[in-house]
């Protein structure tokens, strides 16, 4: 099984990988944990942008993607935390780290078709619908935009040693009997 993990660090992030303790995922998984960096990279290198633009100019850009590529370090720091906690909790699991500066939810929903995840892992912060509207959401993009199934960890309520709680939607047909099983 192919999991990508998206992490940025704040407590959805890291309700979703506790959750993923109480998933039931098997023993055998091939993990990537992935932090992203909102921002945008300039795709050439200093001497393409020097050639079509000012001094002055360069010299903005410059500094802009230094902050950028200051930006994906500190993502590839994030996701190698991540990791380790992930692997603390599925040793057995294959799990590697990649950090990209982009727009988040894009990101992640490229990585996971390209990489033909079979889960994809993303906290929510819970806010609200004007909220999503005026902030957008990056699990809200993912769980709609994605090929891919995707698991949406939120903080529990309840006690960590509670039993798991699942629903499952039934209507008869083949593939509602093989979510049962």
């Known amino acids: 099984m192919k999991i990508l993990i998206a992490y940025d660090g704040s407590s959805c992030a890291d309700a979703a990988l506790v959750d993923l303790q109480g998933a039931g995922l098997p023993p ?11 921002v945008w990279l300039w795709p050439g290198s200093n001497q393409e942008a020097a050639e079509s633009s000012t001094m002055l100019e360069m010299a903005g850009v410059t500094r802009a993607r230094i902050r950028a590529l200051q930006a994906v370090e500190e993502a590839r720091a994030l996701a190698a935390q991540a990791s380790e906690r992930v692997r603390a909790c599925f040793p057995a699991w294959k799990v590697r780290v990649e950090a990209y500066g982009e727009s988040p939810a894009w990101a992640i929903i490229r990585k996971a078709n390209e990489w033909k995840a079979d ?3 993303v906290g929510s912060h819970g ?8 902030l957008g959401s990056v699990s809200q993009k993912v769980v709609t935009e ?16 509670s039993p798991v709680r699942i629903v499952i ?6 593939g509602s009997e093989a979510a049962v099983r």
């Open 169 to 174: 939607g039934v209507d008869g047909s083949p």
């Open 119 to 121: 889960l994809v892992v």
């Open 127 to 134: 806010r609200s619908a004007f909220g999503r509207l005026i």
């Open 146 to 161: 994605a090929s891919r199934s995707v698991r949406v960890g939120r903080g529990r309520v309840l006690p960590s040693n």
């Open 28 to 38: 055998e998984v091939e993990a990537i944990v992935i932090s992203v960096a909102d």
